[in-house]
């Protein structure tokens, strides 16, 4: 931060000062706390959609987006410098916004709760620069769109228990493109503010972003027990449901090292701090393993916060990234004042919550390996359709050449204390016909894999009979026609 420098967010096109705020706050009490009140605490973990706002982000050309978050997660420190746009900035009373306006005469909000949530998730996809352009559509929630080309999967993370969803869903169809001077739209061909230093502290602790990963990385190593967050939709939760504190957080969210898609001739390295939605388009369908698993992950709202690194250094053992990102047969690239350090993903998780990564590094990057496998599949396991976390995930990707499998890759997710590879049916696989006996064979390996438990979320044997069934699975999806060996 620059001495003198005004810690700051532009709200609603007027600038409001973060002085003076504790650095665990977020930005939904922050708001609120400056009179803004039409963002909604629901569940404080970002899963209901009511915290929703806008923030001006890259567009990944020299131009802004209007991006829905849940205001619940980040921290209010991360905004400095940026501009947000809530529920009040969109209209008035008396001169609504066309995606209130929708909502109010097709019946869209009874109590009104989540209302402002759902004001905001489908303004930032009624201003998406290409929505009248149906044939740039990416992911397999592509085919709920409207003729207007608005993808109801903006809506994924907002919910509703008054209307039914149909009105909202009526409501989202009848949006026309936006007016030729209204202001956001016009703001969109302008680069957002660029990222800036930032330090704020407060009774629990300090919240700093550096300018750069030396930075960065200067900051970790003076404070090695420092909490590291990007998109905050881990942490965030901890903070609001768990009361959560850390005497030093870093920033990393927007630092450019980390921000970056490099494809090689041997490798696709992507940068940790990119949201799982800049990813998907930065990497424009290259790798289809990701493809399927983006539309499973969370929510449009939490994947417009939630990274890759992020993903990865959590060490959970129910992500969903990290079974695919086995299955590609991933490194992490780790920086360090040292420098980089490669270390294949299969290595980096040593047990629950746990991981190789000393204190003063950092997750860099993450390198995918080339050329790809071409069979490819991802099967997530869970309650709901969206927003749900997985009882379990299988990631699978095969090498068939003429009809033999020359080469197997299986991540797993959900069955043990880390997400794990499958390596038994991997080996059960390899060398053998690709043929419904040896897939029966295989899957029946796979069945053994991992350590499942009993949990709320499904059985241990639930969970197994699951690994059992994706193998088969993957073959009646490749060849429909063939049940039962010839």
Same mark, same amino acid.
């Given at each position: 931060?620059?001495?003198? %420098?005004? *810690?700051?967010?532009?709200?609603?096109?007027?600038?409001?000062?973060? @002085?003076?705020?504790?650095?665990?706050?977020?930005?939904? $009490?922050?708001?609120?706390? %400056?009179?803004?009140?039409?963002?909604?605490?629901?569940?404080?973990?970002?899963?209901?959609?009511?915290?929703?706002?806008?923030?001006?982000?890259?567009?990944?050309?020299?131009?802004?987006?209007?991006?829905?978050?849940?205001?619940?997660? /980040?921290?209010?420190?991360?905004? $400095?410098?940026?501009?947000?746009?809530?529920?009040?900035?969109?209209?008035?009373? =008396?001169?609504?916004?066309?995606?209130?306006?929708?909502?109010?005469?097709?019946?869209?909000?009874?109590?009104?709760?989540?209302?402002?949530?759902?004001?905001?998730?489908?303004?930032?996809?009624?201003?998406?620069?290409?929505?009248?352009?149906?044939?740039?559509?990416?992911?397999?929630? !592509?085919?709920?769109?409207?003729?207007?080309?608005?993808?109801?999967?903006?809506?994924?993370?907002?919910?509703?228990?008054?209307?039914?969803?149909?009105?909202?869903?009526?409501?989202?169809?009848?949006?026309?493109?936006?007016?030729?001077?209204?202001?956001?739209?016009?703001?969109?061909?302008?680069?957002?503010?660029?990222?800036?230093?930032?330090?704020?502290?407060?009774?629990?602790?300090?919240?700093?972003? !550096?300018? =750069?990963?030396?930075?960065?990385?200067?900051?970790?190593?003076?404070?090695?027990?420092?909490?590291?967050?990007?998109?905050?939709?881990?942490?965030? /939760?901890?903070?609001?449901?768990?009361?959560?504190?850390?005497?030093?957080?870093?920033?990393?969210?927007?630092?450019?090292?980390?921000?970056?898609?490099?494809?090689?001739?041997? !490798?696709?390295?992507?940068?940790?701090?990119?949201?799982?939605?800049?990813?998907?388009?930065?990497?424009?369908?290259?790798?289809?393993? *990701? $493809? %399927?698993?983006?539309?499973?992950?969370?929510?449009?709202?939490?994947?417009?916060?939630?990274?890759?690194?992020?993903?990865?250094?959590?060490?959970?053992?129910?992500?969903?990234?990290?079974?695919?990102?086995?299955?590609?047969?991933?490194?992490?690239?780790?920086?360090?004042?040292?420098?980089?350090?490669?270390?294949?993903?299969?290595?980096?998780?040593?047990?629950?919550?746990?991981?190789?990564?000393?204190?003063?590094?950092?997750?860099?990057?993450?390198?995918?390996?080339?050329?790809?496998?071409?069979?490819?599949?991802?099967?997530?396991?869970?309650?709901?359709?969206?927003?749900?976390?997985?009882?379990?995930?299988?990631?699978?990707?095969?090498?068939?050449?003429?009809?033999?499998?020359?080469?197997?890759?299986?991540?797993?997710?959900?069955?043990?204390?880390?997400?794990?590879?499958?390596?038994?049916?991997?080996?059960?696989?390899?060398?053998?016909?690709?043929?419904?006996?040896?897939? %029966?064979?295989?899957?029946?390996?796979?069945?053994?894999?991992?350590?499942?438990?009993? $949990?709320?979320?499904?059985? @241990?044997?639930?969970?197994?009979?699951?690994?059992?069934?994706?193998?088969?699975?993957?073959?009646?999806?490749?060849?429909?026609?063939?049940?039962?060996?010839?």
């Amino acid at each position: 931060m620059t001495p003198g %420098q005004r *810690l700051s967010v532009t709200v609603n096109g007027t600038e409001r000062g973060l @002085a003076g705020t504790d650095p665990a706050t977020n930005a939904l $009490d922050w708001l609120r706390g %400056q009179g803004l009140t039409g963002a909604k605490e629901g569940c404080a973990e970002g899963e209901c959609g009511a915290c929703a706002v806008l923030v001006a982000r890259p567009d990944g050309g020299s131009g802004t987006e209007w991006t829905a978050v849940n205001a619940c997660l /980040v921290p209010a420190a991360s905004l $400095d410098g940026q501009e947000v746009v809530t529920a009040e900035g969109l209209g008035t009373p =008396d001169h609504l916004h066309p995606v209130q306006h929708e909502m109010a005469v097709r019946g869209g909000s009874q109590c009104g709760y989540c209302t402002p949530g759902f004001v905001c998730s489908m303004a930032a996809e009624y201003y998406r620069a290409d929505r009248q352009d149906d044939t740039a559509r990416v992911g397999s929630d !592509a085919h709920e769109s409207g003729p207007n080309g608005f993808r109801l999967g903006a809506l994924s993370g907002n919910l509703c228990r008054c209307t039914g969803y149909r009105p909202i869903r009526d409501a989202a169809f009848a949006l026309a493109s936006p007016a030729a001077d209204d202001v956001l739209a016009l703001r969109r061909s302008d680069a957002p503010r660029p990222p800036v230093g930032t330090r704020l502290s407060g009774d629990t602790g300090t919240y700093a972003r !550096a300018a =750069d990963l030396d930075e960065a990385l200067d900051l970790l190593t003076d404070h090695p027990d420092a909490v590291v967050v990007a998109g905050s939709t881990d942490w965030g /939760v901890d903070v609001s449901l768990r009361g959560a504190r850390a005497r030093f957080v870093i920033g990393i969210d927007r630092l450019p090292e980390l921000r970056r898609v490099e494809v090689g001739d041997d !490798a696709v390295e992507i940068g940790a701090a990119l949201t799982l939605t800049e990813l998907e388009r930065e990497l424009a369908g290259r790798i289809p393993l *990701l $493809d %399927q698993v983006f539309p499973q992950f969370a929510s449009r709202l939490i994947r417009n916060g939630a990274t890759l690194g992020g993903n990865v250094g959590t060490a959970s053992p129910i992500g969903d990234l990290p079974p695919a990102l086995l299955a590609l047969e991933a490194v992490v690239v780790l920086a360090s004042p040292d420098g980089d350090r490669q270390v294949p993903l299969a290595d980096y998780w040593t047990g629950y919550r746990q991981s190789v990564r000393r204190p003063d590094e950092l997750i860099r990057a993450v390198r995918i390996p080339l050329p790809l496998s071409p069979t490819t599949a991802f099967h997530k396991i869970a309650k709901r359709r969206y927003d749900d976390i997985s009882s379990v995930a299988v990631a699978v990707a095969l090498d068939v050449v003429d009809g033999s499998v020359r080469r197997a890759r299986i991540g797993l997710g959900g069955v043990a204390a880390t997400p794990v590879r499958a390596l038994a049916t991997e080996a059960a696989l390899e060398g053998r016909a690709w043929t419904t006996s040896t897939v %029966q064979a295989a899957a029946e390996v796979m069945r053994g894999e991992g350590t499942p438990l009993d $949990d709320h979320r499904a059985s @241990a044997a639930y969970r197994s009979a699951v690994l059992g069934t994706s193998l088969l699975r993957v073959l009646a999806d490749e060849q429909p026609e063939r049940r039962v060996d010839a």
